[in-house]
C-alpha cells in the first residue's frame, strides 16, 4: 500500500480533531478498496438440491486506517493504529473493527495491546495471492475465517483477528522473527469455564526464501477442561524474477466435553509474473477428519468422504502501481459429507455439493 503522510495537519473524524504535530511526529492515511462482480453456481448434494446461481456483487475486505507514532527518545517510539472496515456494494462499514492497537517499539521490538491478526493466520496469509477474497484458501485452511472474534465467538476459526489480546513481535536477527499473542480470559466472569488464546509464529527469511512454523491453542472453547489446537508450517520461494512459489500444511484438533476430531490440509500457490500482471494459481485440500464425532465442528467432522479440494485460476492485471483489474475462477468440490463454504461471502450451501464462481473486480490502494 502507498502510505500518504501527514505532517503538522489537522484531521477531523467524527467530531475529534487530531493534530499531527500534537499527537505524532507522522500520522499516515492508508487503506485498500476491493470490490468484485461474482457469478455463482453449485451443484447438487447430497442431503438436498442445489440453490439457484446468482449474481452479486461482492466486497473483498475494503479497509481504511491510520496510523502514528511518538519519537520518545533512547531508540523507543510511542505507536498506534485504527483500521475500519469498509464495505462499497452498500456503503457500511465499522470503526476500528481491524486491526488496531496502542504500544511501544524499540530495540527490544514491539509490544502492543488490541484488536489483533493472530500470528497464527498471519503466518502464511501472504502465501496465498487470492487472500482475502471470496475464493482465499481460508474457505478450507483454518476452518472458516473470523475478521474480528473474542474467546466465546467464532470458537471454531483459527483464521482470525483477536480481540483484547497481548501482542509482542521480536526485532529481526539474522532473518529470524517471532510473534506471540495472549487472547486474555476476561470472558471468565460471566462462564462457568475460563476460555483463552495463546498463538506463536517464528520466521525465517533469507532473500529468495521464507519459512514460517505457527502454532496456536484455544483453551475452553469448545467446553470446561477442553483445548483445541493448530499447528502449521509453510514455506515460499522466489525461482527467479516474477516466480514465486509457496506451499503451506496446517493440522487442526478439536476437543469437546466427549469428543476429539483432528484434520490434516495442504495448500499450494504459483504466481507468475505475465505481461503487465500477475498469473495467479492455488490449491488447497482438506483431508477427512479423523476421530470419534460426526457431528461437525465448523466444517470438520470425522469419517470418510468429510474432505474437500478447492482450485482457483486468476490474473491480476496492473493499471498503476496502485490500481488493477482482477478476474479469477474457483472451484471447491466436497467430499458426499462435507459442507465447506467461501470462508467470506459465503452461500447458501448443502452437504456433499460443489461450489464454484467467477469473478471480475478491481482494487485501488492508498
Known amino acids: ?161 483477536q480481540q483484547n489480546s497481548v501482542n509482542y513481535v521480536s526485532p529481526s536477527w539474522r532473518g529470524l522473527s517471532a510473534a506471540a499473542q495472549w487472547g486474555v480470559n476476561q470472558e471468565r466472569v460471566a462462564l462457568s469455564r475460563n476460555p483463552m488464546l495463546l498463538s506463536f509464529s517464528l520466521t525465517y527469511t533469507a532473500g529468495p526464501l521464507v519459512l514460517t512454523a505457527a502454532q496456536e491453542n484455544h483453551r475452553d472453547y469448545q467446553g470446561n477442561h477442553t483445548e483445541d489446537n493448530g499447528t502449521k508450517i509453510g514455506a515460499s520461494y522466489r525461482l527467479f524474477a516474477g516466480t514465486v512459489v509457496s506451499a503451506a500444511y496446517e493440522r487442526l484438533r478439536y476437543q469437546t466435553p466427549t469428543t476429539a476430531v483432528r484434520r490434516d490440509a495442504f495448500y499450494l500457490s504459483l504466481v507468475q509474473r505475465l505481461g503487465p500482471g500477475n498469473l495467479m494459481a492455488g490449491v488447497t485440500w482438506a483431508g477427512n477428519g479423523v476421530g470419534n ?40 468440490s466436497n467430499g458426499s459429507r462435507a459442507s465447506y463454504n467461501w470462508a467470506i461471502n459465503s452461500v447458501p450451501n448443502v452437504t456433499g455439493g460443489s461450489l464454484s464462481l467467477v469473478a471480475l473486480g478491481m482494487k485501488h490502494a492508498f
Request: hydrophobic fraction near 30%; charged fraction near 15%.
Open 1 to 161: 500500500m502507498r502510505r500518504r503522510t501527514i505532517g503538522h495537519a489537522v484531521m477531523v473524524l467524527g467530531g475529534m480533531a487530531v493534530a499531527g504535530t500534537a499527537c505524532a511526529d507522522e500520522v499516515q492515511i492508508y487503506g485498500r478498496l476491493y470490490t468484485t462482480l461474482e457469478y455463482n453456481w453449485q451443484s447438487s448434494g447430497s442431503s438436498a438440491p442445489s440453490t439457484p446461481s446468482t449474481t452479486r456483487m461482492t466486497n473483498d475486505r475494503s479497509v481504511w486506517g491510520l496510523r502514528g507514532n511518538e519519537n520518545l527518545g533512547g531508540g523507543y517510539r510511542a505507536i498506534w493504529q485504527i483500521e475500519s472496515d469498509l464495505t462499497l456494494p452498500n456503503g457500511t462499514g465499522g470503526m476500528a473493527s481491524r486491526d488496531s492497537r496502542v504500544g511501544l517499539d524499540g530495540p527490544f521490538g514491539t509490544f502492543f495491546l488490541g484488536n489483533w491478526t493472530t500470528p497464527f493466520t498471519e503466518s502464511t496469509k501472504a502465501f496465498d495471492p487470492f487472500y482475502p477474497t471470496t475464493a482465499g484458501y481460508m474457505s478450507l485452511m483454518g476452518n472458516g475465517s473470523a475478521p474480528s472474534a473474542d474467546n466465546v465467538s467464532n470458537t471454531t476459526s483459527f483464521d482470525r483477528r
Open 293 to 332: 464425532t460426526k457431528t461437525p465442528i465448523g466444517y470438520i467432522s470425522s469419517g470418510a468422504e468429510t474432505g474437500a479440494m478447492q482450485y482457483t485460476i486468476g490474473y491480476d492485471y496492473a493499471l498503476s502501481r496502485r490500481t488493477s483489474l482482477v478476474a479469477f475462477y474457483s472451484h471447491i
